[in-house]
């Protein structure tokens, strides 16, 4: 995956919060759950970055480790709705 200045933002929340500034070993892929980088109360702070960082609203159906376990998975599902907001607020107009 390349990387992007979403993944960037992403990872440097990650390491900051959760790795205590030791950005070591983590790789783009690695599972947050499996590695032991985040737990439940985690995620919930994830979200609430994501949210409050990139303007997204995280619905409870979206909780889910195919869009919250990586970096990738992250950074791919943020991208998929940043791209639909403009159509959303279209719509709403």
Do not use: C, H, W
């Amino acid at each position: 995956m390349q990387t992007t200045p979403i993944s960037q933002q992403v990872r440097a929340f990650v390491v900051e919060n959760y790795l205590f500034g030791r950005d070591e070993g983590l790789g783009d892929e690695d599972s947050f759950l499996e590695a032991g980088v985040i737990d439940s109360t985690g995620v919930l702070e994830l979200v609430a970055f994501l949210e409050e960082r990139f303007g997204v609203k995280v619905a409870n159906d979206e909780l889910i480790t195919d869009n919250l376990d990586s970096i990738q998975k992250v950074t791919a599902y943020l991208q998929s709705k940043l791209e639909a907001a403009p159509v959303m607020q279209e719509r709403s107009r």
